[in-house]
Every structure is written in C-alpha cells, then in structure tokens.
C-alpha cells in the first residue's frame, strides 16, 4: 500500500498555463507538507497544513494556492506557470504538527514548464 | 548565506569504505537534527534523527552532532552499493517552540553519494 501518494508523476507544460498537482496520504496522519526540490536537489518548505488549516506558508509566489479538503489530502494549483517553476515537487506528512514527528515524503511530481 | 550548508559533492568511494557527509548550520535555535536519504527518482526517507550533542548509531550509520560548533555529520561505516543515493541533512527548531516553527524542517542541499563495487 502507498503511505503518501502523488499523481501525476510527471507533468510537462508550456509557460503561462495552470496546473494541479494532488496528494494523498493513508497513514491517518495530521499534518501535510508540499516541498519543491529544485536542480541541485536543495529541497525546500512551501505549505503546510495540519487537520485542513494552514499553519505553515513560505515565501512563495501567490500564483502557488495549496488546498486541503480534508486531512488526508492536500493539493497544489499552480496559475501562470513560469519556467523558474521547474523543480520536482514533494508531497509530505507527519503524525502530528511538531517539528519532531517524522515526516513520510511522497514519490515526487517532475514538473517542467517549456 | 543559506542557514543550512552542506558540500553537494560528488563522493565517489569503493565498496568498504568509511564515508562522513558533513552539515554546518548558523541558526542557534536548531536543535533537532535528522539525516534523510534519497534514492534517485524517489523521496526522502528518514535516516538517523538525534537531539542532543554527542553520537548516536544505527547498525553501521552514527550520528553525531556538534552544538558549540554548529556542525553535524553522518558517518557510514562498511559502505555498500546499496548506499549510493542523495544524502540531505536537515534541522529544526526544539519542538515546543510553536507557532511558525511547526513541522518547519530547513535542509542542506544534500551530498550525493555513489559507492562503486
């Protein structure tokens, strides 16, 4: 059984369009997380939500809208699409909301915008 | 500068060989340390995670970390094949710190590592 799962795996699209990616978990956890992981695998924090509200929110574009319409899954919509937008994108989640619990990462989303 | 630093590498070292992946961090609030692994094409799974100063060791992996000089290794003992994969070191603040701290775990960019027969 998959803990934390993404579709799709790849996504490939021209500049200016809108996409989603969605994300599910059955671990019964919490709290989930989207991270971009960009070329030279530095791996970064955008989103978190915890039982459907957002508690954390990087600096990130607001063309990014994450959504969560229950616990156990959180969405990314991506307007406007830029070529800096590139990156594989992580899907994760935790137990709880505390920087202690382990945080169990999906596959990842390859986006690349042309 | 990044809050988290970490040599991106390459390693390449042969079957055997004690390898040390190493994180320096400039953030004193830091205080829960984890070392994920990453297979090509996958996401991160949890290695070694430790709170406090000192070592900590898991079959042939140690963790150690360095609180007075911000700085944090892993150690690979017997490395094999299998071991070959993206190594990230991450941290995050003690966790009844609350508030924007939750769940908030900052990364290095990771070393990669390939172990050759």
């Known amino acids: 059984d998959t803990a934390v799962s993404q579709t799709p795996k790849y996504l490939v699209t021209q500049m200016g369009n809108d996409k989603s990616i969605k994300c599910e978990q059955n671990?019964?956890?919490?709290?989930m997380y989207w991270y971009k992981q960009d070329s030279k695998k530095f791996l970064k924090i955008m989103f978190s939500?915890?039982?459907?509200?957002?508690?954390i929110n990087e600096t990130v574009p607001n063309r990014f809208s994450p959504k969560s319409p229950d616990k156990a899954h959180l969405n990314l919509h991506i307007n406007s699409l830029e070529l800096g937008d590139s990156a594989v994108y992580f899907c994760?989640?935790?137990?709880?909301?505390?920087?202690?619990?382990?945080?169990?990462f999906g596959p990842g989303t390859r986006l690349t915008v042309l | 500068q990044k809050e988290v630093e970490q040599d991106p590498g390459p390693l390449s070292v042969p079957e055997g060989a004690i390898v040390s992946l190493n994180c320096t961090y400039s953030?004193?609030?830091?205080?829960?340390f984890m070392w994920y692994r990453q297979y090509s094409r996958k996401g991160p799974e949890l290695l070694m995670y430790?709170?406090?100063?000192g070592n900590k060791e898991d079959g042939r992996f140690t963790a150690q970390v360095d609180k007075s000089s911000k700085y944090i290794s892993l150690f690979i003992r017997d490395s094999q094949p299998s071991d070959s994969a993206t190594y990230l070191c991450?941290?995050?603040?003690?966790?009844?710190?609350?508030?924007?701290?939750?769940?908030?775990?900052?990364f290095g960019q990771g070393t990669i590592l390939t172990v050759h027969p």
């Open positions: 939500y915890n039982n459907k509200e957002l508690i």
């Open positions: 430790t709170y406090s100063s």
């Open positions: 671990l019964g956890h919490d709290t």
């Open positions: 991450a941290m995050s603040p003690a966790p009844n710190a609350g508030g924007t701290s939750y769940g908030k775990l900052t």
């Open positions: 953030n004193s609030a830091f205080q829960y």
């Open positions: 994760a989640s935790s137990p709880r909301k505390t920087s202690t619990d382990t945080q169990y």
